[in-house]
């Protein structure tokens, strides 16, 4: 067994060798060759158990991305020829926001920060902790400012994102369900009713990487290239965007994800003796009890909301666990959410937590986020259960998770049933998170 378990671990870091780009990690090589926002902090997570210092590293070359504005953007984009492509894509340069050093994308993603903040914090002195919370507070704040600032027009406690990529679960279901019904514009029907799509997987990178049934459909690539042209067009300014578009979700992830982050970034102040502006600390007040808008009790689940109609919409995905994370919830909801992780039909399998319930209509097992078991998903909640004090249920999800990965290898996701790999091989999150739990076993 230990022995089982050495190996694991050293296969995980391996992994995280192999995708070192110096100061910061490749999710995966040939299919993810930027830095991605909420991937590197899972990876300074891992990554502070096998080097604190490059750890930090990892997150301060995230924060060397920061826009004027305070965004921090979800893709660092790498130099060299062969990116242009991507970078051109994006043309972050449009926005008089975006920093001149370095091309990044114009979105951000599930703002993870704080917690990998505190998590290499954890691994230092307390003194240098200090040194570390003071070199990272200010972007903190900055960031935490935008979101609240930009990104909660109503001042609800709720974060609207504006488009999928930001989700962090680009193909979950709620985003699809949007984007057919308020999104798809016209020429895409028509490419649909010609027959053309099959054209897309000349520009598609994803599908020369990854079986082409575990990814979205060409019609919804061009679609989520369509939406990303949109806010390209408007310089990814929030005001203008939000201000005609109909694809805008307050997504359950992002929020449990920010509220969880909100309670960091306030414990990093009182570490260094800072005071959060005002306005801030209002921001994160209402944030405190916004989840309660997104909870529909008659299914039991929590689900993301349209931020125009402020219409729930009930795609039931992962999310409606994620509550437990942000820990803002009362210990009887708590109570009920971990009834339904565990019960069948919903989120119980042999390789738990798949990223939607076996009940929903868009479950494939093998297809992204629409029902493979991610490492991330399952780190979050590993979280929430210790911290609402789910002891045992948290370990035999940390075993599970380890299991599958030990059986399968630090793959992207997994089959929620049988446990086979699937999606990009050699995949950092999913090393990085298995060192972490291999410390918490
Ligand atoms: C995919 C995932 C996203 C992740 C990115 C890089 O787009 O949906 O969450 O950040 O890959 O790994």
Redesign the pocket.
């Known amino acids: 067994m230990e022995q089982q378990r050495q190996a694991l671990y050293d296969q995980a870091a391996a992994v995280l060798r192999g995708n070192d780009r110096g100061q910061w990690t490749i ?2 090589a040939g299919l ?1 060759p930027h830095q ?4 590197s902090c899972f990876i300074a997570i891992g990554l502070r158990w096998l080097d604190v210092q490059r750890a930090k590293t990892e997150l301060l070359h995230l924060l060397s991305g920061q826009w004027s504005n305070g965004m921090i953007p ?1 893709m660092l984009f790498a130099d060299g020829d062969e990116h242009r492509r991507d970078r051109e894509l994006w043309r972050s340069y449009l926005s008089p926001f975006a920093p001149e050093h370095i091309y990044t994308s114009g979105l951000t ?1 599930p703002p993870m920060l704080a917690e990998a903040v505190v998590g290499v914090g954890q691994k230092l002195s307390s003194s240098e902790r200090r040194s570390w919370y003071q070199t990272v507070y200010p972007a903190l704040v900055r960031y935490h400012q935008w979101l609240y600032g930009q990104r909660d027009p109503h001042g609800e406690g709720l974060i609207v994102a504006i488009h999928p ?1 930001e989700s ?3 193909n979950s279901p709620p985003w699809i369900h949007e984007l057919r019904q308020h999104s798809m514009p016209w020429w895409i029907t028509i490419v649909q009713n010609l027959r053309l799509e099959g054209l897309v997987n000349l520009f598609r990178r994803d599908t020369h990487f990854v079986p082409p049934g575990q990814r979205m459909s060409n019609i919804e690539a061009l679609a989520y290239f369509a939406a990303l042209r949109r806010l390209r067009r408007k310089a990814y300014d929030t005001e203008r965007i939000l201000s005609r578009s109909l694809f805008a979700v307050e997504d359950l992830v992002f929020n449990c994800v920010a509220i969880r982050a909100n309670q960091h970034l306030q414990g990093i102040a009182k570490t260094i003796n800072r005071q959060l502006p005002d306005e801030l600390l209002a921001s994160f007040k209402k944030a405190q009890n916004a989840l309660d808008a997104l909870w529909d009790g008659g299914s039991g689940y929590y689900f993301s909301r349209n931020f125009v109609t402020h219409k729930l919409i009930r795609e039931p995905t992962i999310g409606a666990l994620m509550p437990l994370y942000a820990g803002t919830i009362t210990n009887e909801r708590a109570e009920e959410l971990v009834g339904l992780m565990k019960a069948k039909g919903h989120f119980a399998t042999n390789y738990p937590v798949p990223s939607v319930p076996l009940h929903s209509s868009y479950f494939n097992p093998f297809k ?2 629409q029902g493979p078991t991610w490492l991330n998903t399952n780190w979050l909640l590993i979280d929430g259960l210790r911290r609402y004090g789910f002891e045992a249920d948290a370990r035999l999800l940390a075993d599970r998770s380890l299991e599958m990965v030990g059986k399968s290898g630090c793959y ?1 996701y997994f089959h929620p049933l049988s446990g086979e790999p699937a999606g990009a091989a050699g ?1 950092s ?1 999913t090393a990085a998170l298995t060192l972490d739990l291999l410390h918490h076993a």
Do not use: C, R, S
Request: aromatic residues 44%.
């Open positions: 999710p995966a993810y991605w926002l909420w991937d979800h993603q990529y962090g679960l680009d992204y986020w992207e995949f999150w």
